[in-house]
């Protein structure tokens, strides 16, 4: 298989794993159903979402497994835990397994949230050394989506029950399809999951002609997912039918390896037609002639088969590694602990918003939790997308600042917040929708700001460090928001209006606040690093 064949594929087997991946951010579609099937209070509920997230403290294990074991080993590791964590929980909330205890379904929890890190870990890898002369542009595109993957779980759920199914039948769909999703795709792409070293033909302008091809398919693709989430089209457009458009546009990707492995296969046709002409004149007028005329026309097989291996020190260059640092040492940089509270109180208070987004949904009288969650996914899809193409737009002249971006990014997230105050339906809407690009764009930039900042080579262990902060933020930010909402609830056990989170958003609108302001730190530090222009 030519090198550039390979990449292509192994991009589109990312992207198909990262729209999988995000097992986790289904949670809240389900989570009112599974605490009312599971009899749990809300600090109960918070904790399971918590555990999900626990499972990332282990996530540097994934980082060490991908530099000594084959990733297609990695990736099904990864896929065999979430098949145990999400199976067994689904098993018993089905009644099937009746003897698992709560501290059981936690460690499952923890187990399954786990599963995602060496997937994320596998697909990190191939992206950046797969493309190291377009990394922000590889890892940004496959990503994004993963901000798909609640809309794409809640559309083959919506398509299996078709409105059907009592209480708990919603949890127990998500929890199967968390399961049997990720193993099925994972196994399917498995071959195909593996580090070229080499930016072969990609190098140049075929590699640009292709990832806007692909840019233009993930837009259209994201576009169809908002549109989708939206009540008023969901509606109109059957569950079934809606399910199958996304497949299909899920699908369109295939289309960049298989017009490179047409390439090919002309490629390698028309040198055969060559050697055959060259042998004919070699007989017909001897072989000095027409070797004078080989050496003049090269093979274009040979052409195709050509690979660009970038240097080590070209690439730092290129990608504005600054440099090369283990775990050892980047934890005792101040520019990781500022880099630490700045996804902290962004990027998982955020996701600590959207894993409690269906009880702030029903504490203010919605009943479209679905809608919401698919709204955030679909935006986060759109803001996991936008740095790759700012990116792309801008990278050729200047090399963006990813903590400048960041504190940008953070500021609509403050305004998002204190908006939530407000009991109108539309600024819920707004607020989720700001919420969910802003924090997609922050995750997408936090792999591009780790490898700058502290180098490729050790990336796997220091980003699963660094997302460490996590598992910490949920229990942290979510605990406090349920014992808040269980101080105000009702004999019930329920919390219903306004005064369930109010004070809860404006603790968030601070501390989001907060880490802009250590954004700004942050770039103020990196600054001389961020601020040359490339073609200096």
């Given at each position: 298989?030519?090198?550039?064949?390979?990449?292509?594929?192994?991009?589109?087997?990312?992207?198909?794993?990262?729209?999988?991946?995000?097992?986790?951010?289904?949670?809240?579609?389900?989570?009112?159903?599974?605490?009312?099937?599971?009899?749990?209070?809300?600090?109960?509920?918070?904790?399971?979402?918590?555990?999900?997230?626990?499972?990332?403290?282990?996530?540097?294990?994934?980082?060490?497994?991908?530099?000594?074991?084959?990733?297609?080993?990695?990736?099904?590791?990864?896929?065999?835990?979430?098949?145990?964590?999400?199976?067994?929980?689904?098993l018993f909330v089905a009644g099937k397994v009746t003897s698992v205890s709560y501290p059981g379904m936690f460690l499952l929890?923890?187990?399954?949230?786990?599963?995602?890190?060496?997937?994320?870990?596998?697909?990190?890898?191939?992206?950046?050394?797969?493309?190291?002369?377009?990394?922000?542009?590889?890892?940004?595109?496959?990503?994004?989506?993963?901000g798909l993957s609640a809309s794409v779980y809640t559309d083959i759920v919506d398509a299996a029950l078709n409105k059907r199914g009592g209480t708990g039948a919603r949890a127990k769909a998500y929890l199967l399809l968390n399961s049997v999703l990720p193993m099925a795709v994972s196994l399917a792409t498995a071959a195909f999951v593996r580090v070229v070293n080499a930016d072969g033909p990609g190098a140049g302008k075929n590699a640009h002609s292709r990832f806007i091809i692909l840019f233009i398919i993930t837009i259209a693709t994201g576009i169809y997912a908002v549109v989708s989430s939206m009540g008023s089209v969901s509606g109109a457009l059957s569950a079934v039918y809606n399910a199958m458009g996304m497949g299909i546009f899920l699908l369109i990707p295939i289309i960049i390896p298989l017009a490179e492995c047409v390439k090919h296969v002309l490629a390698r046709t028309e040198k055969r037609v060559h050697d055959v002409v060259t042998e004919q004149e070699n007989s017909d007028h001897g072989?000095?002639?027409?070797?004078?005329?080989?050496?003049?026309?090269?093979?274009?097989?040979?052409?195709?088969?050509?690979?660009?291996?970038?240097?080590p020190s070209e690439e730092v260059a290129i990608n504005g590694v600054r440099e090369e640092v283990g775990a050892r040492v980047m934890v005792k940089r101040v520019e990781f602990w500022l880099y630490f509270f700045v996804y902290l109180f962004g990027a998982t208070l955020g996701l600590v918003f959207l894993n409690n987004?269906?009880?702030?949904?029903?504490?203010?009288?919605?009943?479209?939790t679905s809608s919401l969650v698919s709204l955030s996914s679909?935006?986060?899809?759109?803001?996991?997308?936008?740095?790759?193409?700012?990116?792309?737009?801008?990278?050729?002249?200047?090399?963006?600042?990813?903590?400048?971006?960041?504190?940008?990014?953070?500021?609509?997230?403050?305004?998002?917040?204190?908006?939530?105050?407000?009991p109108a339906t539309a600024a819920l809407y707004v607020s989720t929708a700001i919420i969910g690009v802003c924090t997609g764009a922050i995750t997408s930039i936090s792999v591009a700001t780790t490898t700058e900042l502290f180098g490729t080579k050790n990336f796997g262990v220091n980003h699963n460090i660094l997302v460490t902060n996590i598992p910490i933020g949920s229990f942290v930010f979510g605990y406090a928001a349920a014992l808040l909402y269980r101080s105000r609830r009702g004999g019930d056990g329920k919390c219903m209006g306004m005064e369930c989170y109010s004070t809860t958003f404006v603790i968030w609108g601070c501390l989001c606040l907060l880490g802009t302001v250590l954004a700004l730190v942050l770039y103020a530090r990196t600054r001389k690093f961020y601020s040359r222009s490339i073609e200096k």
């Open positions: 298989m030519p090198p550039s064949l390979a990449q292509w594929l192994c991009l589109v087997a990312v992207i198909w794993l990262q729209t999988i991946a995000g097992t986790n951010t289904n949670f809240p579609a389900y989570s009112s159903q599974l605490k009312q099937v599971l009899h749990i209070s809300q600090v109960q509920l918070n904790n399971l979402a918590f555990a999900s997230d626990a499972g990332k403290l282990l996530g540097w294990f994934s980082g060490i497994a991908a530099v000594y074991l084959p990733l297609w080993l990695v990736l099904l590791v990864g896929a065999l835990l979430g098949l145990v964590g999400n199976g067994i929980q689904y929890a923890v187990l399954a949230g786990n599963s995602i890190c060496w997937i994320n870990t596998v697909c990190y890898v191939v992206a950046i050394h797969n493309f190291p002369l377009h990394r922000q542009l590889a890892v940004g595109l496959t990503t994004s989506y993963q072989g000095d002639e027409s070797g004078l005329k080989s050496e003049a026309h090269p093979q274009v097989g040979d052409q195709e088969e050509a690979v660009v291996v970038v240097p987004l269906g009880q702030i949904a029903e504490s203010r009288g919605s009943s479209k679909s935006f986060g899809f759109f803001g996991r997308l936008i740095p790759s193409l700012f990116d792309y737009l801008f990278k050729r002249k200047y090399v963006v600042s990813r903590p400048a971006t960041m504190a940008v990014l953070m500021a609509p997230m403050v305004g998002a917040y204190f908006l939530l105050l407000s």
